[in-house]
């Protein structure tokens, strides 16, 4: 089976503009979560999908939003982005229970210059 | 509000010495305990997990923990380390509410081990 696939691996974007990061479920899962992970912070929850509807929020600011399709693909867009966006992105997906393994990907690797 | 405290953010062993990583949490709600590690410039793997049951939780790699619950921690061990162990551990708690996945993360201990 497929792992968790997100695209792109790496990305630069500058100051005020905006960026959309993908993410592909293994198959069957229907919850995908985001994390936000940077040095400073550590791993930080963005929100959770499940059945294309935001079913959990972190504590982050409007300019970061997601959506989830019905085949479960996910993608998280961040507007007008600021250095401190700078992070690696990480997608979960898991099946919709808690206490459910959730099965990470490899990360999107954003730097704003 | 949950919560997770990784004592040490560097843990330095010898090869074949006790690997022992400490995790406290904190939970209005009975807690799901997980250890993922991570890998550089990759994702999160994850070790062991505590759901119910048997408090004493055995992984991948010789990895375990124990669930205490009187003492909120969930330590993990690992007998005898090997080089292939250096990594950097996260221990993680959410909540057993049927439904929320989200994940609450501990800072992260890096695991060197040495020759």
């Known amino acids: 089976k497929a792992g968790v696939t997100q695209t792109p691996r790496y990305l630069i974007k500058t100051r005020g503009q905006q960026v959309t990061l993908s993410c592909s479920p293994i198959?069957?899962?229907?919850?995908v979560s985001w994390y936000q992970q940077t040095p400073g912070q550590g791993l930080q929850f963005l929100f959770e999908?499940?059945?294309?509807?935001?079913?959990n929020k972190g504590n982050f600011p409007g300019r970061f939003s997601g959506r989830q399709f019905s085949n479960s693909r996910s993608e998280m867009n961040v507007s007008t982005l600021e250095l401190g966006d700078s992070a690696l992105y990480l997608c979960?997906?898991?099946?919709?229970?808690?206490?459910?393994?959730?099965?990470f990907g490899p990360g999107t690797r954003l730097t704003v210059l | 509000a949950q919560s997770v405290t990784q004592l040490g953010s560097h843990v330095s062993v010898s090869e074949g010495a006790l690997v022992l990583l400490r995790c406290n949490y904190s939970?209005?709600?009975?807690?799901?305990l997980f250890w993922y590690v991570q890998y550089p410039n990759q994702g999160l793997q994850l070790l062991l997990k505590?759901?119910?049951?048997?408090?004493l939780v055995k992984g991948i790699n010789g990895f375990e923990a124990e669930f205490k619950k009187s003492e909120t921690s969930f330590h993990l061990t690992k007998p005898s380390a090997h080089m292939s162990d250096a990594a950097e551990y996260f221990c993680?708690?959410?909540?057993?509410?049927?439904?929320?996945?989200?994940?609450?993360f501990g800072t992260g201990t890096r695991l060197q081990v040495t020759l």
């Open positions: 198959s069957g899962h229907r919850s």
């Open positions: 505590y759901t119910t049951g048997a408090t």
């Open positions: 993680a708690v959410s909540k057993n509410t049927g439904t929320a996945s989200k994940l609450t």
């Open positions: 999908y499940f059945s294309e509807t935001q079913r």
């Open positions: 979960a997906s898991s099946l919709p229970s808690s206490g459910n393994e959730q099965f």
């Open positions: 939970s209005s709600v009975p807690p799901y």
